[in-house]
């Protein structure tokens, strides 16, 4: 098994990464610290893994929460049926939450556990490539409003997050692919070793070769790992990890969430950065040719949603989390591995770099 850190002083939790985890006694219930725990998952995933987590918490007393699934419905309305099972099953605040499933859960999870009686304990057991690279690390918790996305939340540590890699076996391609967009992203942004070995060996992670996904899924929470110890509240660097997230949560709002899945929209997203850096100057047009070339490799589309003009590109923007003042911030490349946010901003370089995405 590996276990890596994320550093946060008294905050601090490990995360463990291995084959077969969720079959193992005693690793999961070392960190319950009451009787009380209550698995949130859901009705896709729940005939799947749910059985053999219950397996583990028979000394304790176990609710169980199971959510509609979709992006669609990460929203207040169905936050709300874990504080509803919460409450009539009287968890007090000793109580742990169990996030089971993937990114959806495990924010909604979280912001729940940030939330109820003022912040309980909670445990990410990731299912999804995506939330095993990305969300169950580090923190960030929320639901998605109708104008903008992941806009209401909490930013909630997990007392530690449990990866059993076996479980990709059963995530649906389209799931695997939107998850390679969040591992590319750290290439790109802090990491250029891997975005080499990522050219090399993104066929492997394509077939689900477990050696190749367990060394990528490590490296990418490595990577977010040691981003997220140096800024835990993003009041600087941690920013980096959104690489095209902006333009990406301007499509997933626009175009109802869930019709695109958020790593296809990260992926195109990033190319937009690229193309962005590419018209600043920052990366050549190869580099650009480069990254294209892998995205289009992890099966991600590379043009953005037939009829979303770059006004409304820019209106979704504008809500964005990273503005400040009123203005436009956006993650760029200086170049492959090397990542800056910058408000220096021309709005016709952003609709040259869109136009190089129709
Ligand atoms: P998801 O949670 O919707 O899961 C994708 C689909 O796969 C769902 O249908 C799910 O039921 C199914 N599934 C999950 N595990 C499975 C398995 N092992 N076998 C079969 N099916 C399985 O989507 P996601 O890509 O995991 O997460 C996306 C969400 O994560 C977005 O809401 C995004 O905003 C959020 N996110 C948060 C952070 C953060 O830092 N908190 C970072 C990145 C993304
Ligand atoms: N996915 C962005 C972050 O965790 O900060």
């Known amino acids: 098994m590996h276990t890596l850190t994320v550093d946060l002083a008294e905050r601090s939790y490990p995360i463990y990464i291995d084959t077969g985890l969720l079959s193992v006694d005693g690793l999961l219930e070392k960190h319950i610290q009451g009787r009380q725990v209550c698995i949130v998952t859901n009705d896709t995933i729940a005939p799947l893994y749910l059985e053999v987590l219950q397996s583990h918490l028979r000394e304790f007393s176990c609710s169980t929460v199971v959510l509609p699934d979709g992006e669609a419905h990460k929203n207040l309305d169905t936050l709300n049926n874990i504080f509803d099972e919460l409450l009539a099953d009287r968890h007090n605040r000793t109580t742990t939450l169990i996030a089971l499933g993937g990114g959806v859960v495990g924010d909604m999870t979280g912001f729940a556990a940030a939330a109820y009686q003022r912040g309980v304990n909670f445990i990410q057991i990731p299912t999804t490539l995506l939330s095993q690279v990305d969300s169950s690390v580090g923190g960030k ?28 076996n059963t995530l649906p391609e389209k799931e695997l692919f939107a998850g390679l967009a969040e591992v590319i992203k750290y290439g790109l942004i802090c990491d250029l070793d891997f975005f080499l070995w990522l050219e090399e060996n993104i066929d492997d992670l394509l ?8 060394y990528a899924i490590e490296r990418s929470c490595a990577d977010k790992a040691k981003v997220v110890a140096e800024d835990e509240r993003e009041g600087g660097i941690r920013a980096i990890l959104n690489l095209g997230h902006t333009f990406g949560h301007a499509i997933e709002t626009e175009q109802g969430y869930g019709a695109w899945l958020h790593g296809e929209a990260v992926g195109i997203g990033m190319v937009m950065a690229a193309e962005l850096s590419a018209l600043q100057g920052r990366i050549s047009l190869e580099d650009v040719a480069r990254i294209k070339r892998l995205i289009e490799r992890a099966h991600l589309p590379l043009v953005a949603p037939n009829g979303m003009s770059d006004d409304k590109f820019l209106a979704h923007m ?9 203005r436009l911030r956006l993650v760029l490349l ?7 946010v910058t408000s220096e901003i021309e709005v016709s370089d952003v609709k040259k770099a869109l136009a190089a995405c129709r």
């Not at 077939?207 to 367990?214: S, W």
């Open 318 to 326: 504008a809500v964005d989390k990273k503005v400040l003042d009123g």
């Open 334 to 340: 200086d170049e492959i591995g090397k990542a800056v």
């Open 141 to 168: 918790t929320g639901v998605n409003h109708p104008l903008g996305k992941n806009m209401i939340g909490a930013f909630h540590q997990p007392q530690c997050v449990l990866i059993d890699t076996d479980v990709i």
């Open 207 to 214: 077939r689900k070769d477990p050696i190749a996904l367990a």
